[in-house]
C-alpha cells in the first residue's frame, strides 16, 4: 500500500480497493454483525487520506448497518453493498460527481 500512495498524489486520487477499511460501518458481515475489514486499509487511509475510496467484499455491511459510507478523517469511503439476504440479490450502487462529492447517492436495483 505505502508503494501504491508513492505513485500518485493520494490527496486527488480514487482507490478501488476490495476489502473495506477495519471497524467501520462498511465491513460488518452475517450471521454475528463481525467486522472483517482489513486494518492496513484503514491505516492507509488514516495515513494517506485519499480523495475517495470505493470498497467490496462486505456485501451485507449495508443491510446491517444502513450505511453505505463513511468518512475517514478528509476520506470518503464507501461500499454499496448488496441485498442477498432478502428474496432475490439486489444490487446496490453509488453514484457521484467526481468534482463534487457532496452529493453522493445510494441506490437499489
Not at 486499509?41 to 444502513?66: C, D, K, M, Y
Not at 453493498?81 to 441506490?107: C, M, P
Request: net charge positive; aromatic share 8%.
Amino acid at each position: 500500500m505505502k508503494a501504491l500512495a508513492k505513485r500518485t498524489n493520494p490527496r486527488k486520487t480514487i482507490f478501488v480497493i476490495h476489502a473495506p477499511p477495519w471497524k467501520t460501518k462498511l465491513d460488518r458481515v452475517y450471521p454475528d454483525d463481525t467486522h472483517i475489514g482489513s486494518k492496513a486499509v484503514r491505516e492507509f487511509i488514516e495515513r494517506e487520506q485519499p480523495l475517495l475510496t470505493l470498497h467490496g467484499h462486505a456485501h451485507e455491511s449495508f443491510e446491517l448497518s444502513g450505511k453505505f459510507m463513511e468518512i475517514i478523517g478528509k476520506t470518503i469511503s464507501i461500499n454499496p453493498g448488496s441485498e442477498h439476504q432478502k428474496k432475490g440479490v439486489k444490487l446496490n450502487a453509488v453514484i457521484f460527481d467526481v468534482y463534487n462529492l457532496k452529493k453522493i447517492r445510494h441506490t437499489k436495483s
